[in-house]
C-alpha cells in the first residue's frame, strides 16, 4: 500500500545516454521522503529506442540491470511498464496494429518474448512491487473517428511508413495482447501483482465499442466497461485520474471524490484491489486550481482506502510547462503533500495491522 510516483524516464534516460547515472540520486531522495515505489516505462518509446535491445541483448539488460539495483539499494520498489506506445512492438517486427489480435503473430511473439525475458531476470528482486502491460490502452480503442486518431508516422524514429485502417486498435486486440502478457508473466511469477495499465474508460466506451459513437454511458455501462478493461487474471483495476473542470465525469460522478468512491466500490465487489496509476494536476490550471485539485485528488484517494496510487510525473523535463514535478521547482509541495499521506498511510498500517484498510 502507498501512494508512488510515476518516473517515466528512470530507464529511458539510461537508454539515451548510458552513463546518466542521475536516477540514482533522485531514487534516494524519493525513497527518503516515503515514496515507496514508483512506475516507469520499462523499455522503448519508439522502435528506434528498442535497437539497442535488438542488437545486444548483454548490453541493453546490463543497463536496466543498474536502474533495478539502484533501486534495491534505495528500497524503494518498482512497477514497471512493459509496452508503453500500443504501435511500437508491431512496428518493430513490421506487422499492422491489428496484428495484435492474433496470438500467433510476430507481435505477440514479442510481447511474450520481452515479458519471459524481463520477469525470468528480475523476478528474484525485492524492488519489484508487481507488473504492468502498457499505458492507457482504453484510450486508444474502438474510437468513433479511428481514421484520424491513427498512430503517428515518423520515419527517424523508425514507425511504419504509412497507416491504414489495419490499424485502428480495437478492444478485442488489447484483450488479445493483455492475456498473452498475463498468462506468460503467472508462468514464472505466481504472486506478484499484474497491472494492465489502463486509464479510466472513457465516458462514452460502451457505446465506442457497440455502435462507434460518442453516446455517454450509463453507470452501469460504465462498471461493464472497467471490469472487461482489467480482466482475470489481472488482479487490479487500474485507471488514471484527472480533474476535470466541468465536472463531468464517468458513472455520473460530479466530482473526484465521488468518482474515486465509485471506482473503488466496484474494484472492492469486483474483489480486486484498486491502483489510480495516473493522478495529478497541470500547472496550466494555474496555481489555486493546481493545488486545490491536487489535493482534493490526495484527499479522496486517502478518505477512499485506495490502496495504490502514483502521481504524475517525477523528473519529465519535457513536460515542465505542465506536469512536472521535482525536488527544485515549484511543484515540490507536491511531493511534500505525499509525503505526508504516506506517513499517516503507515500510522494506520501500525496501529491495525492485521485490518483492511478497507474495512
Request: aromatic share 12%; glycine share 4%.
Amino acid at each position: 500500500r502507498g501512494i508512488g510516483a510515476n518516473y517515466f524516464s528512470l530507464f529511458r534516460r539510461k537508454l539515451s545516454d548510458p552513463n546518466d547515472t542521475s536516477y540514482r540520486q533522485e531514487l534516494h531522495r524519493l525513497a527518503q521522503n516515503h515514496i515507496p515505489f514508483v512506475r516507469f516505462m520499462c523499455g522503448g518509446y519508439w522502435p528506434i529506442d528498442n535497437e539497442l535491445y535488438l542488437r545486444d541483448k548483454p548490453a541493453y539488460f546490463k543497463l536496466l540491470d543498474d536502474v533495478v539495483k539502484a533501486a534495491e539499494d534505495c528500497d524503494i520498489g518498482l512497477i514497471p511498464s512493459f509496452f508503453w506506445h500500443v504501435p511500437t512492438v508491431p512496428d518493430i517486427v513490421g506487422e499492422h496494429i491489428d496484428m495484435l489480435g492474433d496470438p500467433n503473430s510476430k507481435s505477440s511473439a514479442f510481447i511474450r518474448q520481452y515479458t519471459r525475458e524481463v520477469v525470468t531476470r528480475y523476478l528474484n528482486s525485492p524492488a519489484i512491487w508487481g507488473w504492468e502491460m502498457g499505458n492507457e490502452y482504453t484510450l486508444q480503442i474502438d474510437l468513433p473517428d479511428a481514421a484520424h486518431s491513427r498512430p503517428p508516422v515518423v520515419p527517424h524514429y523508425k514507425t511504419a511508413l504509412e497507416r491504414s485502417a489495419r490499424d485502428d486498435f480495437t478492444s478485442r486486440q488489447m484483450l488479445t495482447i493483455f492475456d498473452q502478457f498475463a498468462k506468460t508473466v503467472r508462468i514464472y511469477d505466481k504472486t506478484r501483482i499484474i497491472i494492465t495499465g489502463n486509464s479510466i474508460p472513457r465516458t462514452s466506451a460502451y457505446h465506442n465499442t457497440t455502435e462507434r459513437t460518442w453516446k455517454p454511458d450509463t453507470p452501469a455501462q460504465f462498471a461493464q466497461m472497467l471490469l472487461r478493461d482489467n480482466p482475470d487474471p489481472y488482479d487490479i483495476i487500474c485507471v488514471h485520474i484527472y480533474p476535470d473542470e466541468t465536472n463531468k465525469y464517468q458513472a455520473g460522478a460530479r466530482s473526484l471524490d465521488a468518482l474515486i468512491k465509485t471506482v473503488q466500490a466496484l474494484s472492492l465487489q469486483a474483489k480486486k484491489t484498486l491502483f489510480i496509476g495516473e493522478f495529478g494536476a497541470s500547472a496550466t490550471l494555474g496555481r489555486d486550481k493546481e493545488r486545490r485539485y491536487f489535493e482534493e485528488l490526495l484527499q479522496a484517494i486517502e478518505s477512499n482506502n485506495v490502496p495504490l496510487a502514483a502521481f504524475w510525473v517525477f523528473d519529465l523535463p519535457d513536460q515542465n510547462s505542465d506536469w512536472n514535478i521535482t525536488f527544485d521547482n515549484d511543484r515540490f509541495y507536491m511531493i511534500e503533500l505525499v509525503r505526508q499521506a504516506n506517513i499517516r498511510l503507515a500510522d494506520r498500517i501500525k496501529a491495525q495491522p492485521d485490518k483492511s484498510l478497507a474495512d
